[in-house]
């Protein structure tokens, strides 16, 4: 049996080691497997299918279980260890004192048990082998540990030893109470990922039930095993869950043994599949094609006062085929800041304008909504195309008339933002939807925009669906969790564009920064001032916006100093913006608002205060709100010290690099993929085991194979599918 931690009950640890001395795990994996000869379709069903035969324990046991994601053998089996302890050897407590900083087991017989109150209360227990003696300190504890630890009993702990007042001391060791001659577990201790109500020998007793109950032979085929050098999955699955104690402690630590190996490329293939598969099931609902490109497609492009890079026409190439597809195109088109995505998404819905439909652009914020809506109406009213507005600030009267033209067909471009998808919103025949900064909306609103497709002649069809982000997605990512997407890039910025100059300056140096700023104002230029970010509090991040307001206007008496945040009432807010658009406000403090869609060509300086509570794709995206026109742009990073690791690595990026594809892999590296992901999956669709870093080469083995099997293997993908996700495939048909 496992050690138990001490507020473990001696009902669920003593007693099975009494009887056996080893751990559950182990000598339930040597139980007899199941039968041989079932299909792996079958094996399949049964993982999906088969409910778990609940542990002892009430409602709080069950709950916790649930938000493990524990609801089937197949859940346990694929709960893996977050580590491993060593309860295979033991050494004496002499030498046990020279192992400092390493955790060692030893075996002794209890000397003195004793509760004492100085400094504080707490459990005292003296045990004892040939070698001398060891102190275990326990600052909390149970009354009935004085029970199992009385004098006389023979007890296995395990812990770091230190060297404490009174010699060699282990302080809370997991420990438990044995017989004289128990024999040793013959493998590493699996130590789970865990929760409330949930304790380590229960994971242990349900996985080992598991084991020895599901069928585990696999759901790929031998020939491709041994292709791609894999060991079969059984084998992998029963190592780690029991790993022998002449394993490799570093490669399991590390994830780098061939048994992880095996679990890492299942995790990528099933996420594979799953991807691929939802989009083949999109690409049988049907879209009307939209084939049109006349008057107002061409007109717009000769109207534009430049020239679309190689990039944007390479990207717009991509996307007109798309919309000439009897299938609903699904793209997501991603790009840095500044580099033309908005002119793509306007060519895009003039297209299916001409073609006889209506396109809907959809925003997350009022900002950025109102940034699409001056630049795209000023190019497609001239050339008679009704643009509608539409968003929660409305007034009702304006509400309604903007309804109307929609409904009526009369608006054939609608912008706005989530009140796009409330229920009095139709569209008679909406033929293209756009999402820009897609990562801030959730499955759910995108779908609900979709599903406003309300043609009565064809009510099956869905619109085409054109995604864009700002955030520059790096390939591995793009490749994993956007497999079910076409992907575009424009990697290239539009001719002109100034290079911003990033500097790191500390906050002792604020009167400088403000100085700075003065002398902008007096060469005719604009500057930004971002207030820090205060995860804690939107209050308090109201407060030091409106005290940064203050004393700024304070200490530039002659300049006009204007105040963005996101609780002012929308008019006010567009106001401010208008008057700083047209170079009546000379500085403007904000917080996040304008972290996207605010384009002020004369606006040459930006600074962050306190930058090292920013992400670096919030970094990346505030700075690029200068560097819009001619004049040279600088954006100032305000800090203070001392810095932590990744605060430093965050700052050091920003000065180091402007290429956001540079800085989206760094973030991807110091953060992970949430950043990038935002609500677009579930939490439970994350890879569990894979890391995108370091399992690149997996990714791609995973995708080629993905591909195949979807070819030609249909039996074999439902298998695999049922092990690895069973029913939570369907949040990705969307």
Known sequence: MPFAKPQASLSEVAAPAAESGRPVAA?????????????????????????????????????GLRRLGLRTDMDFILHLPLRYEDETTIVSIHEAGFMMGRPAQVEGVVTSCDIQFRPRRQLVVTMEDQSGPLV????????????????????????????????????????????????????????????????????????????????????????????????????????????????????????????????????????????????????KKGASPLKVEGTVFKGLLAALPFALTAAQQRVLAEIRADLRASFPMQRLLQGDVGSGKTVVAALAAAQAIDSGFQTALMAPTEILADQHFRKIAAWMEPLGVQVAWLTGSLKKKDKAAAQALVESGEAKLVIGTHALIQEAVQFPRLGLVIVDEQHRFGVGQRLALRNKAGDARSPARVPHQLMMSATPIPRTLAMTYYADLEVSVID????????????????????????????????????????????????????????????????????????????????????????????????????????????????????????????????????????????????VLLYQSPLGMVAKQRLATMRETSDGFEIARRDLEIRGPGEFLGARQSGEALLRFADLQTDQWLVDKARAVAQELLRDDKTTVDAHLARWLGSREDYLKV
């Open 136 to 283: 275990m300190r326990f600052l909390n504890f149970y009354g009935s540990q004085t029970k199992q630890l009385a004098v006389g009993n023979r007890v296995r702990a395990r812990g770091e030893v230190r060297q404490g007042f009174f010699g060699n001391e282990m302080v809370h060791p997991a420990y438990r109470i044995v017989l004289e001659g128990a024999p040793l577990p013959d493998v590493l201790t699996p130590v789970y990922p865990t929760g409330e109500g949930v304790s380590q020998p229960l994971l242990r007793r349900a996985i080992a039930n598991a084991l020895g109950s599901v069928d585990l032979r696999d759901t790929l085929p031998p020939a491709l095993l041994e292709q791609l050098g894999l060991m079969p999955f059984e084998a992998a699955a029963r190592l780690l869950h029991n790993p022998p104690p002449d394993v490799s402690e570093d490669a399991l630590a590390e994830r780098s043994h061939p048994a992880w190996v095996r679990m890492k490329f299942d995790e990528l293939l099933a996420q594979q599949l799953s991807m691929k598969r939802a989009q083949l099931a999109r690409r």
């Open 27 to 63: 000598a339930s994996s040597a139980t007899s497997g199941p039968a041989q000869g079932r299909a792996p379709k079958a094996a399949a069903k049964k993982a999906k299918k088969k409910a778990v035969s609940a542990p002892a324990g009430g409602n709080t046991t069950a709950d």
């Open 492 to 635: 290239e910025l539009p001719p002109g564009r100034t290079p911003i100059v990033t500097r790191l300056i500390d906050q002792n140096r604020r009167d400088e920064v403000i100085e700075r700023v003065h002398a902008a104002a007096l060469e005719g230029r604009q500057a930004y001032w971002v207030c820090p970010l205060i995860e804690e509090s939107e209050a308090l991040q109201l407060q030091t916006a409106t005290d940064t307001h203050a004393a700024l206007s304070a200490a530039l008496p002659e300049m006009r100093v204007g105040l963005v945040h996101g609780r002012m009432k929308p008019a006010e807010k567009q106001g401010t913006m208008d008057a700083f658009t047209r170079g009546e406000v000379h500085l403007l403090v904000a917080t996040t608002v304008i972290e996207v869609g605010v384009d002020v060509p004369n606006a040459s300086l930006m600074v962050i205060e306190h930058a090292e509570r920013f992400g670096l794709s919030q970094l990346h995206q505030l700075r690029g709100r200068v560097g819009r026109g001619a004049a040279a742009s600088a954006c």
